[in-house]
């Protein structure tokens, strides 16, 4: 069982910088590869970006690809999503979520998994 609780949401203008964290709960976090995903109102979660469970490898939606970037450190059971240059179109609930078995480089061709946080808000103004 794990729990995962985000942070560090909240009302950013284009172009400005926002970083969320999210903490886990329970002593087996580096065997869960993790993900960020996000829902603007009005439309589907969709896939942020993903890390392996060793921090190694991570992949990223086309939409966010440069611009964002997760890391997690596995001694402090967090995972961040740094996000610079932000647009209005990043406005939405970002999500926090890990799974046990699924290999990172397929979680973006998925939209579920073991465990999810309950979200943040994040509003980008023009």
């Known amino acids: 069982q794990v729990q995962l609780v985000e942070s560090g949401g909240g009302l950013a203008q284009a172009g400005g910088s926002l970083r969320l964290s999210c903490a886990a709960s329970g002593r087996t976090f580096s065997s869960y590869a993790m993900g960020w995903f996000r829902q603007a109102p009005g439309k589907e979660r969709e896939f942020v970006a993903a890390?392996?469970?060793?921090?190694?490898?991570?992949y990223y939606a086309d939409s966010v690809k440069g611009r964002f970037t997760i890391s997690r450190d596995n001694a402090k059971n967090t995972v961040a999503l740094q996000m610079n240059s932000l647009k209005p179109e990043d406005t939405a609930v970002y999500y926090c979520a890990a799974d046990l078995r699924t290999p990172a480089h397929t979680i973006g061709a998925q939209r579920s998994m073991d465990y999810w946080g309950k979200g943040t808000l994040v509003t980008v103004s023009s």
């Open positions: 890390i392996s469970r060793q921090g190694i490898s991570a």
